[in-house]
Nanobody, 121 residues
Framework: QVQLVESGGGLVQPGGSLSLSCVAS????????MGWYRQAPGKQRELVAR???????NYDDSVKGRFTISGDNAKKTVYLQMNSLKPEDTAVYYC???????????????WGQGTQVTVSS
């Protein structure tokens, strides 16, 4: 069983900052990538930022220059520093893990329970 526990969401004014954290635990063999997705009401879940185990990162265009993803493979954690937040960043943010097992060639993915980020004055 794999668990992803997120923390750090909340309410912030436009232009403010928030930091999200996610720690993975349970039975898996290695981290292929970890990332953050978000889902606003009435919209599909979308990728915000992703970081591979080698440290490569990619971001949605809407957050480039404002959000920074980082992580620690040994600690099985991923972070998302969000600056210059806008009302359109309001969503539930989900931690995502891509992992593998020694007995399989495929990549398995797991999700956290989500944390609410609300940007409003």
């Amino acid at each position: 069983q794999v668990q992803l526990v997120e923390s750090g969401g909340g309410l912030v004014q436009p232009g403010g900052s928030l930091s999200l954290s996610c720690v993975a635990s349970g039975n898996f063999d290695g981290i292929f990538a970890m990332g953050w997705y978000r889902q606003a009401p009435g919209k599909q879940r979308e990728l915000v930022a992703r970081r591979t185990s080698g440290g490569s990162t990619n971001y949605d265009d809407s957050v480039k220059g404002r959000f920074t993803i980082s992580g620690d493979n040994a600690k099985k954690t991923v972070y998302l520093q969000m600056n210059s937040l806008k009302p359109e960043d309001t969503a539930v943010y989900y931690c995502h893990l891509e992992t593998s097992y020694s007995w399989s060639d495929r990549i398995y993915d797991y999700w956290g329970q989500g944390t609410q980020v609300t940007v409003s004055s």
